[in-house]
C-alpha cells in the first residue's frame, strides 16, 4: 500500500484511478472510435492525451494548483497539436471527451465506485451519440470527376444517379470540394449510406 506521500512520491496519484481512466480510454478508442472511423493518428493522439492529461493533472492535484490551470495546459497542448491541420467536429468532440474525463478522474477526490459510475455514463451517452438512434450513419470519400459543368447544382440530381451508378453506393449528397478548369476536372465529397456490416467512414 502507498505511503503517506502517495505513490512514487505524488500525493495525488492514485493507480486505481489509473486503471479506471486507461480502460475509459481503451473502450472509447477501441471500442467506440474505430468502430466508425480509421484514423491510426488520431487514436493514437487519444490515448497518449487520455493517458498524459491523467498523469499531468494527478501531479498538479499533489501540488495544489488549480483545475484552470490543467484547462490552461490542455488548450496549449491542443493548439501545439492541431493548430496545422483540420479536424472534425466529431474527432474534436471524442478528444474533448477523453480529456475532461481524463481531468475527472485525475483530480477528484471522490470514491471509485462514484467516478466509475460517470465513467460508464459518459461511455453511454457517447454510444447513444454516435448510434442510429440518433442519426444514420454515412461514409464519404473523395472522387476525382471530369465534366466542370456536369457539377453545376442545377444538374446535382444527374450527378448523384451517375455515381451511383458508376461506383455502385448508395450516393446521398455530393459536395463540391475543388474545381480545374484547365483539366476540366472536379473533386467531389461523395457522401453515401454504407451496406449493412460495413464500417461508416469518412476521409475528413
Known sequence: ????????GLQGFRPEMFALNLAFVLAVTRGLYSRTQQKPDLLFSLLMFGVTIFLVVSVFAGADLSIGFGFGLFAVFGILRYRTGAISTRDLTYLFVVVATAMINGLSAAPFGALLQVNLAVLL????????????????LMVDYEHVAHTAQDHRPELIAELRRRTGLDVQQVQLVNLDYVRDMARLRVIYRPVQGERAYSDQ
Request: glycine share 8%; net charge negative; aromatic share 20%.
Open 125 to 140: 451517452a457517447l454510444a447513444l451519440a454516435q448510434s442510429n438512434f440518433f442519426a444514420t450513419p454515412y461514409s464519404s
Open 1 to 8: 500500500m502507498p505511503g503517506p506521500e502517495g505513490w512514487w
